[in-house]
């Protein structure tokens, strides 16, 4: 299809501006732990975030694949452009309001969601890859889970393996241990996250013609990646509040715990191209780590409303993409 440049271009910004909100979103996922424990100071915690996001942005490109073809194949889409700008529209809103709420929302959910509803809108219900879709909303949907279960056996083991120790003694060398498990994150959230939206980028770029193939361009690497990493440079405050301190008293033995949890179902996503929600990954194990210290520790009614917000997110930012499709085109 023949698309003007300034349109391409135009969703080359959204796709960007995307992944800079979702930088600052979810850099609260990789160091709000860290910084609850003072294992380290937020500029440093938030430097360290964005130079690993950027480098583990850069390295896989699987899971851009994944999100490139499998909801809906962009060759065969004559309005793929106009979808692709709703998509980014819609989940843009979406991050802002959770942000202002503070609360954890998933930006891959708010993404998947708003591609779907816009493909379904924009080119019709048969143009769904509905297996595709289902696929990722699985990924979606028990990553949480096995983040949850991971983190309350590995605290349980931690308190065993410990339980003798002087608790001021453990908490020092988990201190310090905190600040490679941050790193880690971080580098597996870029690893991740990133790719959603060079996925998002290839998606449009195959529609319009520019090239046929979903393999991600160098240039879609490094914009990506750096759009992340200063979106990460930001830092979200609100939400970092909420996962640092809200859901339960993190100690350093608790935050290196989650961050180990979470880093370990993210970075499996990504060497499986499975696009997963780092937000849903680290909130359970956070719940997952907190159950295993004291069940009456976690204030359930917060983890509720996250909970409730993560199922919401996929149907609203899809209607929401769909109006957003009907109202522009």
């Not at 930006?107 to 816009?118: D, K, N, P, T, V």
């Not at 993560?310 to 930012?317: C, L, N, V």
């Amino acid at each position: 299809m023949d698309v003007n440049i300034w349109v391409l271009g135009l969703v080359i910004v959204l796709a960007l501006s995307f992944d800079f909100i979702n930088g600052f979103h979810d850099t609260a996922n990789a160091i709000a732990t860290s910084i609850s424990t003072r294992a380290l100071t937020p500029k440093v915690a938030i430097i360290l975030a964005a130079c690993m996001n950027f480098i583990g942005a850069v390295m896989f490109s699987g899971v851009a694949k994944t999100i490139g073809g499998s909801v809906a194949d962009p060759a065969k889409l004559d309005n793929g452009i106009q979808i692709v700008i709703a998509t980014l529209i819609a989940a843009i809103i979406w991050n802002l309001v959770t942000w202002w709420f503070g609360i954890p929302s998933s930006s891959s959910h708010a993404l998947i969601g708003a591609l779907a509803g816009a493909v379904f809108v924009g080119a019709g219900s048969e143009m769904v890859n509905w297996t595709g879709f289902i696929d990722i909303v699985k990924a979606l949907i028990f990553s949480p889970l096995i983040g949850f279960g991971i983190g309350y056996v590995l605290m349980q083991l931690l308190k065993w393996i410990f339980a003798s120790r002087s608790p001021h003694a453990v908490n020092r060398g988990f201190r310090t241990l905190q600040i490679f498990t941050a790193a880690l994150q971080s580098f597996t959230h870029g690893t991740n996250d990133a790719q959603k939206v060079m996925g998002i980028i290839t998606f449009a770029l195959v529609s319009a013609g520019v090239q046929d193939t979903v393999d991600v361009p160098l240039w879609v690497k490094i914009s990506a990646a750096t759009a992340m990493a200063v979106g990460s440079s930001v830092g979200g405050w609100k939400i970092i509040k909420t996962m640092g301190t809200k859901i339960f008293k993190i100690e350093p033995i608790n935050g290196f715990a989650a961050d180990l949890t979470g880093a370990s179902v993210i970075f499996t996503a990504t060497l499986l191209h499975l696009p997963v929600s780092t937000t849903h990954v680290i909130t359970s194990a956070i719940l997952g780590v907190g159950s295993a210290k004291r069940f009456s520790s976690v204030k359930w009614s917060l983890a509720g409303r996250i909970v409730i917000t993560w199922f919401i997110t996929i149907p609203i930012a899809a209607c929401l993409a769909g109006v957003i499709y009907k109202i522009i085109f």
